[in-house]
T-cell receptor, first 114, second 113 residues
Framework: AQSVTQLGSHVSVSEGALVLLRCNYS??????LFWYVQYPNQGLQLLLK??????LVKGINGFEAEFKKSETSFHLTKPSAHMSDAAEYFC????????????FGTGTRLTIIP | EPEVTQTPSHQVTQMGQEVILRCVPI?????FYWYRQILGQKVEFLVS????????KSEIFDDQFSVERPDGSNFTLKIRSTKLEDSAMYFC???????????FGSGTRLTVV
């Protein structure tokens, strides 16, 4: 079984400041990891994913995440927050088992302070 | 860019009524999923579907729920007798074999009154 823990249900940062959203996973097999963003009243949009290869993954909108196996983490960062980054962010995990489902964390609501 | 299409975007139904939520996955994808998100809560897995049969279902997916892929393009979720607690956003997702890019639809907001 796999699970994801997102530390901090709400995070506030000032515009232009570093964004850091934390995600730790639990998996008995090599994980595939994802970050999704959800804007108000909208669906889930893929920001980035890690499957194999380079552990630093770059995504859309200037976000990136680093897979750290030793820390079982996949934290999401962005060097400089923009007002348009305000949204809910979900970390998710799956495994390389054909039709394996995604398991989501509880989400982190990011607020940007002008 | 290919999209997963869900209809309707909003549905209001009376308790005890049947509802069918519709999804058109990306055409070359092989794996299909339904998730739900109760307002303000996490996204929860309901069911996965592959090769015309259910692969896995969660505890939420009880006998009131069913899925079908009736014509090779649509993928439907039926709730036979809706309850107030079925009110949620329902997301359809699909994935191809090789690329672990799960693509989600924009969701159907179901309100049971």
């Amino acid at each position: 079984a796999q699970s994801v823990t997102q530390l901090g249900s709400h995070v506030s940062v000032s515009e232009g400041a570093l964004v850091l959203l934390r995600c730790n996973y639990s998996s008995s097999v090599p994980p595939y990891l994802f970050w999704y963003v959800q804007y108000p009243n909208q669906g889930l949009q893929l920001l980035l994913k890690y499957t194999t290869g380079a552990t630093l993954v770059k995504g859309i909108n200037g976000f990136e995440a680093e897979f750290k196996k030793s820390e079982t983490s996949f934290h999401l960062t962005k060097p400089s927050a923009h007002m348009s980054d305000a949204a809910e962010y979900f970390c998710a995990v799956t495994a390389d088992f054909g039709n394996e489902k995604l398991t989501f964390g509880t989400g982190t609501r990011l607020t940007i302070i002008p | 860019e290919p999209e997963v299409t869900q209809t309707p975007s909003h549905q209001v139904t009376q308790m005890g009524q049947e509802v069918i939520l519709r999804c058109v996955p990306i055409s070359n994808h092989l794996y299909f999923y339904w998730y739900r998100q109760i307002l303000g809560q996490k996204v929860e897995f309901l069911v996965s579907f592959y090769n015309n049969e259910i692969s896995e279902k969660s505890e939420i997916f009880d006998d009131q729920f069913s899925v079908e892929r009736p014509d090779g393009s649509n993928f439907t979720l039926k709730i036979r007798s809706t309850k107030l607690e079925d009110s949620a956003m329902y997301f359809c997702a699909s994935r191809d074999r090789a690329n672990y890019g799960y693509t989600f639809g924009s969701g159907t907001r179901l309100t049971v009154v």
